[in-house]
Each structure stands twice: as structure tokens, then as C-alpha cells.
């Protein structure tokens, strides 16, 4: 038995890291920045340079709102609360910088934007954080409801249905830079993505962050070693409210106008889906699924009408198949990699592919059958889905799309089961090669 | 010497159930104090009382001198009260070093702190090494605590519960489940990492009870029924009757 | 006034037997399972479309029956083979998943149906006026619907009192915990339950869909409202849920037939504030903000009694 008082050696808390790993840590940084200011010389039409500012604006706002779900446990149905509010108050502050021209530039906005997130992240998380779980989830709903209903009523505030609008270009310039062309926006967005991200990768090493994660897993056990959930929570939501406001903010700068959709409920209900399709278990799932879910609607959306439905499926099959996201996916081959037995699996996922798109495909041209009779029963019905033409009278139609649907099922069924057992076969051996899952 | 704890008529009801009936018990500065009783007896819920976990029905509790009685629990732990639970309750998904530097950080001053560096902390950092070898699961430091074997997440959840520095220690039956050889560490920890504080513990083997306290109270029904020493409670009739009667039969 | 006061009342408890039809089944789902159903005022939907579409085949009266039943049938597939499934993964990911469920089930109702109003009708036998109180003509439809929500109320009662399967449900409000050891067919129960909630939604879904709007975002506009009465009247509490339904009903409903607002008690504003946020809070009527009203009232509650009125349990 060790002497209680003596000496602690030093290996006994987990190493500092290495010179090395701190360099890759900070490479990887500096790799994205560069990564950032190089993207618009390689893709450089407007329409990707505003998926790009797109995208970024999602990142901060998934992010965010994986302080509130992944970090602390969570569930919130109003996160577009604090992101329209941001918005809102951004294009008012280039209305009153312009008119008042004041010497505050573009890039500066975004912290008005942050600072009304935080503010009535500030002032309603209080009540909604002192429930958490399901009653959380609920109260979260009830709130953005009501700013939502009385963001409809203030109607010199928020302009009605129509919005407000403000021009970007009127304001301050640094560098002349106007801030009118998309790639002067998209630096914008990309510098500040960098900048949250950081900061909210920097939160999370934190004694608070640290105690999210605890309150996440053992709320009960928080109190016991000198913790009050609730403050925790309420910090937490605070700090949620401000990123999204920044994402807020950009946003409506991209667009210049906010109106009542960027506090809606479809608004809440799109970040919930990028971040749990991305993954909330790991600091980089929201950043997958905010990419994910913005390329997904912006191209689904152009491939079929009823993209929606598609969304909804992929979410709903996420939450069935995958609660761990994307990342959570690649994740779970990291010791299997590691241990090399990676090759093991690949077979397996390769004979599970064919029926199970099969399977898909079947889904997707009755879907696409049924959309053709009843949306538009007028029309031509040789129709093209997913670029891919055919009639939609022909009644072999809905034979084919029985047939892949059920046949692909069944024979689906039997490749998961064994993509589960060569799988488990794998990371068995794995493990006997001493890596840790 | 002075008081760590003490009950005043506390009683506790649900509805109409009665669990805790005025009871009255003092727990002197740096006593190991023993809790036994049948199951059911109400010792859990007596532990729930005197951590904030429930509020009592009637009559108050002190925690040196101070009342405690209606505080929430997190106040308590501050004031320098910490307990252990009966079923683990540990930080499931975190790792063991985690678990207990989560134990730390208040104690260590840095509470809600969103400025600093959580693995740049000096103080914190050893405290937590300290902990974590004197519960012995330096081996077991970055797995996560949900797949730690029963044992150990037993030595953890000791750990945490010891790991703020608190001088009122209250462990609920930190040896249930386990084998004859895991008990015998057990103990010698608890012995060690109790050292120069006060123990209130709930135990049910009596092995453990009369070798590690140095004062035993015997609840039953929710009343204590006797209070004393070791010989004085073997000697006991009543204790006798109620309790131990049982087992030495 | 007495007019209206009357009249509001009546569309009031109305209205609110409504929501209690929904929320019953939503708490009992809630206690049974854990989960909180996002996709209950969906199947409310489902019950309006269903009814719609049946009444267009065979008439009122068998979709009454019909739409319910299919309803609950696809509700109880929706448990055994998506719920049950995602369980093991815990409560927020079933929360999720019928979050999921409602955003998938109204794109498909949207496709099946449009996004415009279906002209779903009040059947011919209940279309006259059931009597004129002062000068209003209150319709029969609307006393049929009261009537209806109310014998399922009583029924609902007396399968909670004098059943096994209204014991366990009992058992179930009062210890959630003991759920797990009912025995064998907690599987069976499970479905059943669910089943049945989603049922009793349809069935408000039915009698609400003529009389109200039947259109694709009917469940959307009713959802945040039904879990506004299961919080305020407590999770999981059955007997808070029906005085928060009621309380809602008549509150939301005495709302809206009232045209008071600031300027009218204390004269029109100064006309420079005319053009500030400030105009818009002194003209609003409290006709307007009647659909924020439950909100307001979560936020009240929540500062006074965060768990509800009658609730005692945490999550």
C-alpha cells in the first residue's frame, strides 16, 4: 500500500502533450485558416462562395447549439430564438450605423448580433433552464412560440411578415472593402466561423465545460460535489444564445433582411437536424452535419420537390440506426483502424450496399410515383426524379418499386446482421491487439 | 470535542408513511460513526435527509453548529459534507480522471470558471493524481466509468466523494456486493482516506461496523434505538432483540 | 356581455375537453413510457384527414369510427417497430425520433392532401343551430363534439378505475419507476397504450376537423399548444393536464373575443411615439395576443411553480 503523503509521481496524471501533439494541434488550426482563404480561389463562382458563407454561418449556429445538446444534455426546440434575435438586431444596428454613420464597420456587427443572443439567452434561459429533460425540451418550445407569436405583433420591430432589411454596403468601410460582393461576405463568415469555433473548442476545456459534460451524464451527482445544475445549465444556455446570435447576425448580413423565419420553428428544427445528424457526441459532429445538411438541402431541393420528406427520413433513420451521427459512424472505426483490422469489415459493408440501395431506390421511386399523382396529376407523366427519368403511368412502375422495396428489405436484413457480426469480429480483434475502443 | 453532526427530533414522512421518527443522534469531530439497522429501517433515507437530498418533515440538522436542514445539497457539500451513494452514481461516459477532477474543481475554487484552461490547473491536477492513487486506479485513469468493473466503481465512487476535501464523510454500504477480498481493501481505504475526518457510514456486514467504528447507532423502524461503543452496543439487549438477534441466531 | 360570456364559456370547456382528449393520452404515454410523443397533435392530424377522407367514401359517421381506429393501429406500429427500437438509446433520442415522426408525417400529409384546407364538412344531420342564446345561433356540431369529448372523458374514467389495464396505468401515473416489473406483456401494454392514446387524439382530430380548419399545419399550430398543458398542468399528472386544459381553453378562448387593448383603456398614445415599438404594444388588442396567451401563461407558471400545478415529478 503507497504512503498516502508522499510525493505524487508525475505519471500518474494523464501526460502534458508532447511538443509534437501540440504543434499537430495547432497545425490543424492553422490548416483550416489556411484551408478557409484558399477555398475561393479553387471554387470561386458566386453560387459556391454563398453555399460557402452558408455554411459557415451554419457551422457557429450547429455548434452553438451543441453547447446546449451534446455538451450539457439539453434538448431545446427554440435555438432560432436567440439566432433571429441576432439577426434582427444586426440589420438594425446597420440601419442606425448608416443613418447615424458611425464609425463602426461591418465586422464588427456580428458581436451587436452575439450580444442580443446573450442577452435574452440571459433573460429567458432562466425560468427554462431551472427544468431539465423532457420539461426543458417542452418549456424551450413554449418559449420560442411566444417570441415567435410576438415577434408578429411587434410589428415595428420585427416588419411584420415582410421583415427588415438593411444595406451592408452603407456603412463604414475598412480597406475599402464595401462588403458588397459575395467574397468580401465570405471572408467575413469565414473568419468569424474560425473565430467561434475556436472559442467554443476553447469552452469546452474548461472547468465549465467540464462540468456540462458532467451535468450531461449525473445531474444528481453534480449536487453532490458543490454544484448547482441549474447555474450550470444556465451558463451554458447563455453562452449557446451568444454564438447563435453571431450566426444570426451573419446570416443577416448575407441576406440583408431578417424576418419572422429566422426565429421560427423551422429555423429550431433544421439546426436540431444538422446537429444530430452530424453527431453530438464529438466537438466536430455539428461542423459534419452543418456541411452535411446545407449541401443536402441546397441539392436535394433541386433534384425533387419533396425534399422535405427525404430530410425527415434521413433524420428519423439517423435516430434509429445511427444516434451517434456521422461522426459518430467514422468514430467507431477509429480502433479498428488503429488495429488494422479495418479490412475485416469492408466485405461486409460492400454486400450489405447493393440491397440495401436497392431498398432506397425502391422508397424513393414510389415516393417520387405517388408525389407525381398527387402534387402535380396534371402534368407530363414522364418525370425525371434524381435525374433519372421514367413514367410514372407505367403500371410496372409500381411493381418495380415493390419489388426493390420489399425484396431489398429482406435481403437487406440478412447483410446488417452480418455487417454487425463481422463487425464485432473485428473490434474483438482489436482489442486483443490492445486497442482501446 | 465538538459536534460534526447532529439531529434534532428529526422525523420524515411520506404521505402517511412514516420513515425517519425523532430521531436524535450526534456524530462527534473526527468519530467514526456506524449507522446499522434491518433493511428498511430508514438508513438511506436518513443519509438523504442529512445531504440535502430530501428536507425533513419536522426538527432540524446541524452541520457544526450550523443548521443545514432545507439547505439543497450542493450548499452542503460547500459547507464541507459529502456522501456516497448506495447504488454507484458516478459520471457514466466520463473517465475515471475526469470523474474525480469534476469532484475537485469546486473545492479548488474554480467553479463556474469559463476563462481558464481546465488541464492548465496545477493545484487541481495533483489533487486529482493524489486521489486517484489513493483509490488505486491509476491503471484504470482514462477509461470511461461505465465500464469500470463493480469494485471499482465502487473505490471511484468513494473517490468522489472524498475528492472535494469535505471533513464530513457519509458513505452509503461501500462494500454492498462485494467479494470477501474487495471488502478487506475497501476498508483499509476507507480507514486511510478517512483519516482525521468524521465518517458517518452505513454499513451491513459487521465485520466492517465493529472493526472500523468507533461509535455505532442502530436504527430501527426509524428510531434509533441505541447509541454507543462497540462493546456497549454487543451488549445491548434491545439491540439484541431487534437487530443482531437475528443475525447471531 | 352575459352574451358573451356564456358563449365563451361554452367554446371555452369546449375547446378545452378538446385539448384534455389529447393530452390524457399524451400524459398516460408519457407515464407509461417515458417518452413525451412530439408527434401526438400529428396523429391529432392524421384523425382530421382520415375523418376527411373516409366521411368522402362512406360517409361521417363510419370514419368517426374508422379514422380513430387507423389512427391508433398506425400509433401502435409506430411503437412497436420505431419506438421500441430506438428506447435503448434513451429519452431524448426518442423524443427525436417523433420529433422525426411529426415533421415526416406532415410532408406526407402535405403531399397526399396540399398545403391548402380540405373541405371537410359537418355532416348534414348536425348541420342546424342547436338553439339561439340572446342572438347568437350555436350550432349543434359543436354541442355534439362537447358531448362526445365528455363521454369519453366518463369513459376514460371508468376504464381507469375499474379496469386491471386502468390500474397499471394508475400504477404507472403514481410510481413510473415500477412500470419495468409489470411482467411479461409490458411489450403488449406498451402498444396498447400507445395505441390507444393515439387513438383518442384521432378522435378530437374528427370532431375538431370540420368544425375547425383541416389543413396540413393543424398540427403545428396545435402541438406547442398541448405541451403547454402538459407542463403547466405538471408532467404526468393527469388531473393537472384537465384543469390546464380547461384553464387554456377558456382562457385562450375569452381572449380572443375581447377588443381591449392600452389604448382603448387609456386613451390613444401621443402621436410621437407613433411610429415606435411602443405604438404597437398600446394598440395590440388582447384579441391579438390571444395566441400567445398559453406561452405567457407557461412563463408565469414556470416562475411560480416550475413543476406544474400538480406535478411532482422532475423529467
Known amino acids: 500500500m503507497s504512503d498516502a503523503t508522499a510525493k505524487i509521481p508525475a505519471t500518474i496524471a494523464p501526460p502534458r502533450p508532447a511538443a509534437s501533439d501540440r504543434l499537430k494541434f495547432y497545425g490543424i488550426w492553422i490548416a483550416a485558416a489556411l484551408a478557409l482563404l484558399v477555398l475561393p480561389k479553387l471554387f470561386s463562382s458566386g453560387g459556391s462562395l454563398t453555399t460557402f458563407s452558408l455554411i459557415g454561418i451554419s457551422i457557429i449556429f450547429s455548434l452553438s447549439y451543441n453547447i446546449l445538446l451534446g455538451q450539457t444534455g439539453m434538448l431545446s426546440f427554440g435555438h432560432a430564438v436567440y439566432y433571429g434575435l441576432g439577426g434582427f438586431l444586426a440589420i438594425h444596428a446597420i440601419n442606425i450605423i448608416a443613418r447615424n454613420k458611425f464609425a463602426i464597420p461591418l465586422p464588427l456587427v456580428p458581436l451587436v448580433g452575439g450580444a442580443a443572443g446573450l442577452v435574452f439567452a440571459m433573460l429567458l434561459g432562466w425560468v427554462s433552464t431551472r427544468r431539465s429533460g423532457t420539461a426543458f425540451a417542452m418549456i424551450s418550445l413554449g418559449v420560442a412560440e411566444l417570441v415567435a407569436s410576438s415577434a408578429l405583433i411587434l410589428r415595428t420591430f420585427f416588419g411584420g411578415e415582410a421583415g427588415v432589411s438593411a444595406n451592408r454596403t452603407k456603412v463604414l468601410r475598412l480597406f475599402d472593402w464595401s462588403f458588397g460582393p459575395q467574397i468580401q461576405i465570405y471572408y467575413l463568415v469565414a473568419a468569424w466561423t474560425l473565430i467561434a469555433v475556436i472559442a467554443m473548442y476553447a469552452l469546452t476545456r474548461t472547468p465549465l465545460g467540464r462540468m456540462c459534460n458532467a451535468v450531461r451524464d449525473n445531474p444528481e451527482r453534480v449536487q453532490f460535489v458543490g454544484y448547482d445544475p441549474h447555474i450550470i445549465r444556465y451558463i451554458a444556455f447563455c453562452f449557446s444564445g451568444l454564438f447563435a446570435g453571431i450566426a444570426g447576425a451573419l446570416a443577416a448580413i448575407n441576406f440583408e433582411i431578417a424576418n419572422s423565419a429566422y426565429l421560427g420553428a423551422v429555423q429550431s428544427g433544421t439546426v436540431l437536424f444538422a446537429t444530430y445528424i452530424g453527431g453530438v457526441g464529438f466537438f466536430i459532429g455539428p461542423i459534419v452535419g452543418a456541411i452535411f445538411v446545407t449541401l443536402l438541402s441546397l441539392g436535394l431541393s433541386d433534384l425533387t420537390q419533396v425534399w422535405q420528406l427525404y430530410f425527415g427520413l434521413i433524420f428519423i433513420a439517423v435516430v434509429m440506426f445511427a444516434p451517434g451521427g456521422i461522426t459518430g459512424l467514422l468514430m467507431m472505426h477509429r480502433p479498428l483502424l488503429k488495429a488494422g483490422t479495418l479490412g475485416q469489415v469492408l466485405p461486409s459493408y460492400l454486400v450489405a450496399f447493393i440491397p440495401t440501395l436497392a431498398m432506397i431506390t425502391g422508397l424513393m421511386l414510389g415516393i417520387e410515383t405517388i408525389v407525381h399523382f398527387t402534387v402535380n396529376p396534371g402534368e407530363d407523366s414522364h418525370i425525371k426524379a434524381f435525374g433519372i427519368p421514367f413514367d410514372a403511368a407505367n403500371p410496372a412502375i409500381w411493381v418495380v418499386a415493390a419489388v426493390l422495396l420489399i425484396g431489398g428489405f429482406m435481403i437487406a436484413r440478412r447483410t446488417w446482421a452480418r455487417v454487425a457480426a463481422s463487425w464485432d469480429d473485428a473490434l474483438t480483434t482489436a482489442r486483443e491487439k490492445g486497442v482501446a475502443a | 470535542m465538538s459536534t460534526a453532526i447532529e439531529l434534532r427530533g428529526v422525523e420524515k414522512t411520506f404521505g402517511i408513511t412514516s420513515v425517519i421518527r425523532n430521531v436524535n443522534l450526534t456524530v462527534a469531530q473526527g468519530e467514526r460513526h456506524a449507522l446499522i439497522g434491518p433493511n428498511g429501517a430508514g438508513k438511506s433515507t436518513l443519509f438523504n435527509l442529512i445531504s440535502g437530498y430530501m428536507k425533513p418533515s419536522v426538527g432540524s440538522i446541524l452541520l457544526r453548529d450550523q443548521v443545514i436542514s432545507g439547505l439543497p445539497p450542493f450548499q452542503i457539500n460547500r459547507r464541507g459534507l459529502s456522501r456516497s451513494f448506495q447504488v454507484t452514481n458516478v459520471f457514466a461516459k466520463m473517465s475515471v480522471w475526469e470523474n474525480l477532477r469534476c469532484a475537485v474543481l469546486w473545492a479548488t475554487g474554480h467553479r463556474y470558471a469559463f476563462w481558464k484552461n481546465v488541464d492548465n490547473l496545477p493545484e487541481v491536477r495533483d489533487r486529482t493524481a493524489q486521489i486517484l492513487q489513493d483509490i488505486n486506479l491509476v491503471s484504470r485513469r482514462d477509461v470511461p466509468a461505465g465500464l469500470l468493473t463493480y469494485a471499482e466503481q465502487r473505490a471511484l465512487e468513494i473517490g468522489i466523494t472524498i475528492a472535494g476535501g469535505a471533513d464530513v464523510i457519509l458513505l452509503d454500504e461501500p462494500t454492498a456486493g462485494m467479494s470477501h477480498a474487495e471488502t478487506e481493501r475497501a476498508v483499509a481505504l476507507i480507514r486511510r482516506l478517512t483519516e482525521g475526518r468524521t465518517l458517518l457510514i452505513v454499513e451491513h456486514d459487521m465485520s466492517v461496523v465493529f472493526g472500523l467504528a468507533d461509535r455505532i447507532s442502530v436504527l430501527v423502524y426509524g428510531q434509533i434505538i441505541a447509541s454507543g461503543t462497540p462493546e456497549e452496543i454487543r451488549g445491548n439487549p434491545k439491540v439484541k432483540e431487534a437487530y443482531l438477534g437475528e443475525e447471531a441466531a | ?315
Open chain 3, 1 to 315: 356581455m352575459l352574451e358573451l360570456i356564456v358563449i365563451s364559456t361554452l367554446n371555452g370547456v369546449l375547446y378545452g375537453m378538446l385539448l384534455f382528449l389529447m393530452a390524457s393520452g399524451l400524459t398516460v404515454i408519457f407515464s407509461m413510457l417515458g417518452v413525451l410523443n412530439f408527434a401526438h397533435a400529428s396523429f391529432y392530424m392524421l384523425g382530421a384527414f382520415f375523418g376527411f377522407q373516409i366521411s368522402r367514401w362512406f360517409g361521417f359517421w363510419p370514419a368517426l369510427i374508422l379514422a380513430p381506429l387507423l389512427a391508433g393501429a398506425l400509433g401502435a406500429a409506430v411503437e412497436r417497430y420505431g419506438l421500441r427500437h430506438v428506447h435503448k438509446n434513451g429519452h431524448v433520442a426518442e423524443l427525436l425520433f417523433t420529433f422525426g415522426l411529426a415533421f415526416a408525417i406532415e410532408e406526407i400529409v402535405q403531399i397526399i392532401w396540399g398545403k391548402s384546407p380540405v373541405d371537410f364538412r359537418v355532416p348534414p344531420l348536425l348541420d342546424f343551430p342547436a338553439f339561439t342564446l340572446f342572438s347568437t345561433n350555436y350550432p349543434a356540431f359543436k354541442i355534439f363534439m362537447l358531448v362526445v369529448s365528455i363521454v369519453i372523458f366518463i369513459g376514460l374514467l371508468v376504464v381507469l378505475k375499474r379496469t386491471r389495464i386502468g390500474l397499471i396505468v394508475q400504477a404507472a401515473l403514481t410510481h413510473p419507476h415500477m412500470v419495468g416489473h409489470l411482467g411479461h406483456n409490458v411489450g403488449r401494454i406498451f402498444m396498447l397504450v400507445f395505441g390507444v392514446g393515439t387513438a383518442l387524439a384521432a378522435v378530437a382530430g374528427v370532431i375538431a376537423g370540420p368544425a375547425l380548419v383541416t389543413q396540413s399545419n393543424m398540427a403545428g399550430l396545435l402541438g406547442p399548444i398541448l405541451f403547454v398543458v402538459v407542463v403547466v398542468g405538471g408532467l404526468g399528472s393527469l388531473p393537472g393536464a384537465f384543469i390546464a386544459s380547461l384553464l387554456i381553453g377558456l382562457v385562450q378562448t375569452f381572449a380572443v373575443s375581447m377588443n381591449g387593448s392600452l389604448a382603448g383603456a387609456f386613451g390613444p398614445l401621443s402621436p410621437d411615439y407613433a411610429a415606435t415599438w411602443l405604438s404597437d404594444i398600446w394598440n395590440v388588442t388582447v384579441a391579438q395576443i390571444a395566441p400567445i396567451m398559453p406561452y405567457l401563461l407557461l412563463v408565469l407558471i414556470l416562475i411560480f411553480r416550475p413543476m406544474g400545478l400538480l406535478g411532482t415529478r422532475d423529467t
